[in-house]
């Protein structure tokens, strides 16, 4: 079997005539809603579990009412709601009312107005520091050098700890802030409730990583060789 790898960020057709849009769209020779139809039904039948179908439904909905002015016709809409009040919206759409604030300690003032945020909104809220745990960093086999303190013991980030954690307190809904490249994804793999993020890590950038692909023709032009 041949299996015909997707490459949807290199589609050549603009939006509004791509086949994933509308059944008359073109598609180039590697479209996976094409080439991947066993796929689509496989996908579509997952969907009709209770659980995936109105969870899915209620983000669907949330996406709509992110924008405002529809009536005025799809060239005319324009978005109305911060990402963290959707957050809101979207748990109350699920009846989700136990949520786990999944941060890490370089962001802890953000943490807390967060924090405050969703408990004034109702909601009832674990926070769990990516430090949880006091764990030191030689557990990883880390040598003084390869830490960022190098004079003394240090903790490591522990978002399997933090997964745990979130299940054994059977949070509904687990909302990312900040974890760093790879402990993200560790506690993505061992969280049972769903998750979302809130924002991700940038140390460099204040948080903001697509600032460096919005500069990439100019001061982040040295990403079109490879980093070393």
């Known amino acids: 079997m041949i299996i015909v790898e997707p490459h949807c960020a290199s589609c050549p057709y603009e939006w509004s005539e791509r086949y994933c849009r509308h059944d008359k769209g073109k598609a180039p020779e590697d479209c996976p809603s094409v080439h991947h139809r066993d796929l689509v039904k496989e996908a579509a039948e997952a969907m009709k579990s209770p ?32 990402r963290i009040v959707e957050v809101i919206e979207f748990a109350r759409r699920m009846h989700f009312e136990r949520i786990a604030l999944v941060f890490c300690v370089g962001l802890r003032g953000e943490a807390a107005t967060v924090q405050e945020i969703f408990q004034k909104q ?23 050098d390869q830490q960022i303190n190098r004079e003394s013991f240090e ?25 760093c490249v790879g402990h993200d994804s560790l506690f993505l793999q ?5 998750c979302t993020v809130l924002a991700v890590k940038d140390r460099l950038l204040g948080h903001n990583p697509l600032a460096a692909v919005y500069q990439y023709n100019s001061y982040y032009r040295y990403l079109k060789h490879r980093v070393d």
């Open 51 to 82: 659980e995936v179908f109105e969870f899915a439904r209620q983000a669907s909905i949330q996406e709509a009412e992110g924008y405002g002015f529809k009536e005025r016709g799809y060239g005319q809409v324009r978005p109305v709601k911060p």
């Open 122 to 144: 109702g909601l009832d809220v674990l926070s769990i520091v990516c430090k949880v745990g006091r764990v030191s960093k030689e557990l990883l086999d880390l040598t003084r």
């Open 155 to 179: 903790s490591m980030c522990n978002p399997v700890l933090q997964a745990l954690i979130a299940n054994r307190c059977e949070s509904q809904l687990n909302v990312l802030l900040g974890l």
């Open 190 to 194: 061992y969280a049972k409730a769903p």
